[in-house]
């Protein structure tokens, strides 16, 4: 099992990036899927969430109205879209799969994830 985030980098605030995470190694269909940020010397904090099936999501409310998670099953690929970025959207982000067959669940937790990326690093410039 294998995810790999990719898509981060040096981005002025107001501009925007794509995350990607490619999965490998089971079907991402039956998963729910992440995205966290970590500064280091802080917790790990859940940004961003979508369920398995039916397209819920969740959204910390520090990035609510500008970053978008979505998911192709097809592609077995979670994306995260970051608009408007700010200086505090500084971190390493990681993306993650938990919870097979829960539906409509949107998991927030990090213990409900079992599989978890490398992480990808954005830093947004003031």
């Known amino acids: 099992v294998q995810l790999q985030a990719s898509g981060g980098g040096l981005v002025q605030a107001g501009g925007s990036l794509r995350l990607s995470c490619a999965v490998a190694?089971?079907?991402?269909?039956?998963?729910?899927l992440g995205w966290f940020r970590q500064v280091p010397g802080k917790e790990r904090e859940g940004v961003s969430s979508?369920?398995?099936?039916?397209?819920?999501?969740y959204y910390a409310d520090s990035v609510k109205g500008r970053f978008t998670i979505s998911r192709a099953n097809a592609k077995n690929t979670v994306y995260l879209q970051m608009n408007s970025l700010k200086p505090e959207d500084t971190a390493v982000y990681y993306c993650?799969?938990?919870?097979?067959?829960?539906?409509?669940?949107?998991?927030?937790?990090?213990?409900?994830?079992?599989?978890w990326g490398q992480g990808t690093l954005v830093t947004v410039s003031s």
């Open positions: 979508i369920s398995s099936y039916g397209g819920r999501t």
């Open positions: 993650a799969a938990g919870v097979p067959y829960s539906g409509s669940y949107v998991p927030v937790r990090i213990d409900e994830y079992e599989y």
């Open positions: 190694g089971f079907t991402l269909d039956y998963y729910a």
